[in-house]
């Protein structure tokens, strides 16, 4: 594999999650000046529905690529994105608005085929560098992405997202139909010598379980932070509530950096229990009423955010094998995606009837359940999957 197909693909990633960042901390803020619509719950409904059409679909997107080669699927699917993100924006009847929408977001599934189609590709070797990268990459898409949605809502009309969104799709088009002449010939050998843990799919599962927790946990305090922000700040403006709820995209840089630094001294990673007690830390900080310590949880938060993620994804692609890379990934994502969806609904509610604090309580719980899964996961199956978990901790962040 080229260095010049790898930074592409990696492209495709970074204009994907930009565009569907853009208004993900505003959805609020999106309903109540398009649709006059300010119910919170109604909110979380939505982004729960997004989240379960990408659940369903993305699984889908996996089997079809066993017959379809990933590139030429991606052409097809983001062409199909575009013109549903453009119909998104012309509905103004809101019936309408949530079948263009979630169109839009099932082709969108697709793109997260390149994650695993990348991996399949790369050096084992090489898995953990490829995994710590795109995971800042999709933290700094997220950045990019909350800070152009909050300078598209301040300046432009709040459908003007989905414009954007439209051009990101036909670009990847660009992108991918390009790669197709790149596209190596065929894929890196399989290892002659399975792992004892590819020998089985049940680590997947245990593993899905896991991620399902974490996921619910951490993405449960994410719908209303910004309103959470300005709902505490005499400054209300958007842009600013946009720059702290990207914070953890800048600490995720940080542990990149400091990844590095730990690989050339060889120093002994932190336990990744420990990681969680600072990521619940991070979060219980979050419900103070004070500015500054708002923000120093929300960096805690963000450090080991990525630490985690890392640790678990790297999991992910030591119990799979590269020709069962999408397949495997689906099954995890499909428990990712439900954890965010939960997360998405009962943000809502938990706002409606409780108000903008309480997320933050019941995501410290959530991560402290997800702190004890993996301990416990960990020790019952511990001839398959401890010594994975182990070689995790020993070479992820």
């Not at 097809?76 to 453009?86: D, E, N, V």
């Not at 245990?206 to 709902?231: D, E, H, K, N």
């Not at 939960?342 to 943000?347: D, G, I, K, Q």
Request: aromatic share 16%.
């Amino acid at each position: 594999m080229s260095k010049q197909f790898k930074i592409l693909l990696i492209a495709i990633t970074v204009f994907a999650v930009i565009s569907d960042s853009m208004l993900l901390p505003f959805y609020p803020t999106f309903f109540r000046t398009v649709f006059a619509i300010n119910d919170p719950a109604y909110v979380g409904t939505y982004l729960a529905a997004s989240c379960f059409v990408v659940m369903v679909c993305f699984p889908i997107w996996a089997f079809i690529s066993k017959y379809i080669h990933v590139l030429p699927l991606l052409v097809y699917s983001q062409i199909a994105a575009g013109i549903f993100s453009l119909s998104s924006f012309f509905a103004n009847d809101l019936s309408w608005f949530w079948f263009t929408s979630m169109a839009m977001f099932a082709f969108k599934a697709s793109y997260l085929l390149v994650y695993p189609y990348l991996m399949s590709l790369e050096e084992k070797t090489k898995h953990v560098t490829t995994i710590a990268t795109l995971s800042v990459v999709v933290h700094f898409g997220a950045i990019l992405g909350a800070l152009a949605g909050g300078v598209v809502l301040s300046a432009l009309p709040a459908k003007a997202a989905f414009l954007i969104m439209a051009l990101s799709d036909f670009t990847q088009v660009l992108v991918c139909a390009y790669l197709i002449k790149l596209a190596p010939s065929k894929q890196q050998p399989e290892p002659v010598v399975a792992s004892a843990m590819s020998s089985t799919r049940w680590p997947i599962y245990q593993l899905g379980i896991v991620m399902l927790c974490f996921y619910f946990s951490a993405f449960l305090i994410r719908p209303f932070f910004a309103a959470y922000w300005q709902s505490m700040s005499d400054n209300a403006n958007i842009v600013l509530a946009s720059m702290v709820f990207s914070i953890p995209a800048f600490m995720a840089l940080l542990a990149l950096c400091f990844d590095q630094w730990r690989q050339k001294k060889n120093t002994r990673p932190i336990n990744l229990l420990i990681v969680f007690i600072l990521i619940i830390t991070g979060v219980a900080l979050q419900a103070s009423p004070a500015y500054l310590v708002v923000i120093a949880g929300r960096c805690l938060f963000g450090l080991s955010l990525f630490i985690i993620i890392v640790r678990l994804d790297l999991l992910l692609y030591q119990v799979s094998t590269p020709d069962k890379y999408a397949q495997d990934f689906s099954k995890v994502s499909f428990c990712q995606s439900l954890g965010v969806l939960l997360a998405s609904y009962f943000a809502g509610v938990l706002v409606k009837y409780y108000g903008l604090v309480m997320p933050f309580w019941i995501a410290a719980a959530g991560l402290t359940l997800s702190a004890l899964c993996l301990w416990l996961l960990s020790k019952q199956t511990k001839r398959h999957v401890c010594s994975a978990y182990q070689g995790t901790t020993s070479r992820a962040q």
